[in-house]
């Protein structure tokens, strides 16, 4: 026995009941649990500044930048986990040349681009451009030249060019918020296609995975603004975590209503994979999806959201409550994405058996990797703070 | 900084920006004219029309020839250096047993290849029966649909075939195949499957899987010409594919096949 | 009065037009020449799928050499079976007959590998012998002829 095999021979003494020989090795890994969760953090951070922008919500103007630099920063390494999991990583570039019309795989790197550059970048350029003008005239040096590049020589700020920032950035607001939208239901999608998943195939996947990136993303934002006022020992606002806290609310009950009608109608239709699905859900998903998507995700997240809406007296104790929901949320939606990916994975195709799945530390496609690339964006949005300090830009009167 | 300046500086900018842009276009004009014209193709490669004196595959397995000797499954292996462990198959046999109780219970050790021992009661069974599994070369396959960069492909014969050298190993094609047919290749680190022998069709050989089966279960042809074997056994028997709900455009049919099977 | 195009507008096309002719230009190089031959796929790899090397011969190429097996076998019930389904893969043979043996197959256990006998095997595609009380001890081909299994030995 080549040792090089000994995991696999330990997951086939694992195995119950008939799986197809092949089924032995999962096939995507917890990699593919982040792409998922990564692309549905950007496209629900951008949906919420987008509100503020497109209805007005003065409220959340304090959050508005830091949502679009939350959404650059993740969405920069969004592709990283699915190229990262690929046994040829230096062939990723033909999916760019040579895309199959008909593989939702290959048209995912186009709705990335068009999202990354013609949305996202733009909006935060429009947005950006009076005060890097504004920097690249104040600072010397190095600084002086990054902001002159990044203004890309576009340094007239007379008011009718100013006027014209805003009227691009709104919109590219308009053409985003669609955009997101397409971006985060085609990542669905890309599951909810494949016929030969019972546990995927269904049209409610990709607006199931859309309801609950809003819902990841506007935690993610809530968090990233409590984090940020924070460490700039400024006071958290209150007023907006209640806003940010009404829109979750909402969203998340969405979100519970869209998942459980897709559950009721796999119940009630009862196709040939639902005997081994009912298994799949009692046993191998049990902890995953009652307890950690449903009670600690959803449940609990919606009574305490509904409890703040009431309770106003300890103000310490209810932006604690703000911090731990938004987090259960996360959590709750990570462990969306693990029940859809993994749990896709672990029954076999010929309805009969399931296999199971260890996640390993190391690799390519370990533990390791894919905790780096949760890290990375914060990182990357520590720089863009400091580079684009949404505090520090130049007031403009409405 | 004055008024008067700037606007001269913004005018000079002006004109050799709009030379810039007026080259940039061109260029970007030409490469895409380039393109077009090279193949009619910017970004879409369409099929080309079958050509119709090549054969056009189709497989016939016969369940009530199989007796699960795995010789197949053995020669497959052996012919296309697969890994001798008991996992990864480009074809392997099944043995169903239907008990009294109406429960099925489905094995493959180590894909058949050392044959099957009956481990339930002689008294228990209602019947069973042995099915080898192969890709079923579907006409209208998920696999080829989902291939992000076109490395799985339907070749102009009806084989599903991969492109080693191009696959990017994403997997996306094993989670699409329906019957469980594909995997990576642990060595290779590509997606693999059965070809049908593809290199032994273009020597003018039979599968390995077809020249070692002693019953003589398994068929191929071609299915334009309508006086093959094959197409004369599909005219004779009631056969069906697996999962005809999926609409895969399977081109593997099974004779004899039961409502157990997945 | 002129039209008027904000600066923004004119300089984000030209980023965007190079961009994209980059992209073009990168794409033009990269795509490997015969993709598109076909269909959607490297028109080469065909040729490639016809490369690997064969390791069953075929039993015409058997017969070249072996044609007394060919008339022995074709008056009995293993007519039908190719010579490399026991005897394995056979090209090397065919090649250097001299050096690279092919397999000599015997014993109980191979023979039952078809032959034992088992509830899903139909009746009349084969003769099923329970290995625990058909002679036991003794070698199928000390009995039978395996290319003439009726041709008893005794
Ligand atoms: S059987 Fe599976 S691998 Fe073969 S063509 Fe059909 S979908 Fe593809
Ligand atoms: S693993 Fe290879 S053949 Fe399969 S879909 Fe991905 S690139 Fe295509």
Redesign the pocket.
Known sequence: MDPHFQHLYDILAHAQGYIFPNEIDLQWGILIVVYPFITGLVAGAFILASLERVFKVKILKPTYQIALLTALSFLLVATMPLISHLSQPQRAYEIMITPHSSSAMAIFGFVYLWYLAVVLLLEIWFDYRHSMVVWSNEKKGVMKWIYKILTLGVNDISPRTIHWDRKLGYIITIVGIPSAFILHGYVGFIFGSLK?NPWWSSPLIPIIFLFSAMVSGIALVMLVYMIVSYLRKKAIDLNVLDAIGKYLFFILILDFTLESLDQIHRIYEAEESFEIIKLLVSGKLYLTLFVAQGLIGTIIPLITLVFLQFYKHKIKLQKTMYFIVSVLVLIGVYSMRWNVVIGGQLFSKSFSGFTSFKVGLIGLDGTLMAVFWLVLPIGILAFLLWLLPPWKMVKEED | MSQSTSTMGNEKINTSRRKFLKTAVTLAGATIGYTWLKSSQILLFAAKPKDENLPWYGLVIDIQKCIGCGNCAKACKNENDVPIEPFFFRTWVEQYTVKNDGSVNIVSPNGGINGFEQTVPTEDIFKSFFVPK?????SK????QVCPVGA?F?SPEGV?LIDEKYCIGCRY?VQ???????FIHPVKKVAN??TLCYHRLKKGLEPACMETCPTGARMYGNLRDKNSDLVKFLKEHTTLVLRPHLN???K?YYNGLSSEVR | MKFYIPPQITRLALAFAIFITLFLVLRHFLVPKTFGEYGHYRGASLIDNAQPEIHYAGQQACFKCHQDIEDKKAQDVHSEIHCETCHGPGEKHVVLSKTEKILKPAGREFCGSCHVINAGKQKSMINQIDLNKHNIGKNCIECHNPHQPWEMKK
């Open positions: 030969a | 192969m890709c079923n070369h579907c396959s998920p696999c080829t799985t339907e599903v094609c699409a195949c329906p019957y469980g047919c594909r499957k059965c895969t455009g399977s593997l």
